[in-house]
């Protein structure tokens, strides 16, 4: 799967990259809190993929960055 990114960011360790699988035609959103070391992909929907970039952790899945 080659990726296209399409937009990127680092704010204080959290690295958000909005991406695009031209093979399916999906937007793809990759999100990574160095701090915790934790890391994400989803799929987002097109008519989403800025709001997904601005907001990464509304498409955070379940259980992922809760407190301990």
Known sequence: MELREL???NDG????RLMWDPARDQTVLRFRDEERDETFVVDVPKEEA???FNNPH???PSGLGEAA
């Open 7 to 9: 937009a990127s960011r």
């Open 13 to 16: 360790g959290h690295v958000v």
């Open 50 to 52: 800025l709001a997904a």
């Open 58 to 60: 509304d498409y955070l």
